[in-house]
């Protein structure tokens, strides 16, 4: 059951779902023109922080020892954008971002349990640019940033900028009991998915 704009702000209120610092305004009043909050799901915004995986003569082997996330970082440019220093994300180029938000998906308030997905927004794939592709799911006892591969499948530049809405969160109840089976990602402060 995927929950309501209303039902995810219960569930941020109640702890069940934390999103840090919490999206607002909650309501669209008269005079806003932004409300993060859309019928069944809640917008999500860019860090400042971004990785450049470097082009090589390597191939990435995941079935080698060492973490995909130590590997990344090793061949990676990290750059941070400011509102005056945008990205220009040229047609074919790859990054690594994540989101301003940190999100959790607690455990300790017991069932009914909490998951969600992360998804693009329409209008970011209308420009041709794919926010989070092929991953979308955000298990139960999830917390840290929520790393987003995206890619210019676009015919020009695409600006990223810090603290733009860029993905979307759908927040889903879970039926049952689950036992504990964290991430490797898991608390992952940076792109590539390191603490």
């Keep these: ?46 860090h400042n922080e ?10 990435y082997d995941l079935t080698k020892p060492g973490s995909v996330s130590d590997f990344l970082a090793r061949n ?22 994540k989101t301003f938000e940190k999100i959790g998906l607690p455990t300790d308030k017991g069932p ?30 999830w917390n840290g940033h929520l790393t987003l591969e995206i890619i210019n499948l676009g015919p020009t530049t695409f600006l990223l900028r810090p603290e733009m809405p860029i993905a979307q969160l759908i927040v889903e109840q879970v039926k049952g009991e689950l036992f504990p089976n964290p991430s490797q990602f898991q608390n992952q402060s940076t792109p590539e998915g390191l603490p």
Excluded at 12 to 40: A, E, F, H
Excluded at 76 to 97: G, H, I, N
Excluded at 126 to 140: E, M, S, W, Y
Aim: aromatic share 8%; glycine share 6%.
């Design 112 to 141: 009914p349990y909490l998951a969600a997905r992360i998804e693009g927004k329409s209008s970011r794939s209308r420009c041709g640019v794919l926010v989070h592709f092929t991953a979308p799911t955000v298990h139960t006892g």
């Design 50 to 59: 971004i990785s450049i995986p470097k082009a090589g003569t390597f191939a």
């Design 76 to 97: 990676s440019k990290k750059l941070f954008l400011t509102e005056e220093q945008p990205f220009p994300l040229e047609p074919k180029q790859f990054v690594l971002a």
């Design 1 to 46: 059951m995927i929950l309501s704009n209303l039902e995810i702000q219960n569930a941020l209120d109640k702890g069940r779902l934390v999103i840090d610092p919490q999206p607002s305004p909650r309501k669209i009043d008269p005079g806003v023109k932004y409300c993060p909050y859309n019928t069944t799901a809640v917008d999500l915004k860019l």
